[in-house]
């Protein structure tokens, strides 16, 4: 069992940075990969940033890619997900994700369904 608590979400405005945190409970941290997903107001939940267990690997969606960073300190049980040159359409609440699935590639970390816990969310508005 994992437990993921989301921090560092607010009111920003556009072109800034900010820095969201998700510590994770446990001693296993390393074994799962980490996913950063996000919901906007009537919107449906997407995909935005993922990283390996060993952080070999990350990808992105399109829409952030370039702007967000994604890292990991497996000795603080911590993933971070660093928000550069945000935009209005960046406002929505984000979700950390914890797996412990298989994944085989770029696909199955970006799938919402290859996650088995997760946070309860953190509300990021940018505004213009």
């Known amino acids: 069992q994992v437990q993921l608590v989301e921090s560092g979400g607010g009111l920003v405005q556009a072109g800034d940075s900010h820095r969201l945190s998700c510590a994770a409970s446990?001693?296993?941290?390393?074994?799962?990969?980490m996913g950063w997903f996000r919901q906007a107001p009537g919107k449906e939940r997407e995909f935005v940033a993922a990283i390996s267990r060993s952080a070999s690997s990350t990808y992105y969606a399109d829409s952030v890619k370039g702007r967000f960073t994604i890292s990991r300190d497996n000795g603080k049980n911590t993933v971070y997900l660093q928000m550069n040159t945000l935009r209005p359409e960046d406002t929505a609440v984000y979700y950390c994700a914890a797996g412990d699935r298989t994944y085989y590639s770029a696909p199955y970390y970006q799938s919402a369904g290859q996650y088995n816990y997760w946070g309860q969310g953190t509300q990021v508005t940018v505004s213009s």
């Open positions: 446990g001693h296993t941290f390393s074994s799962y990969a």
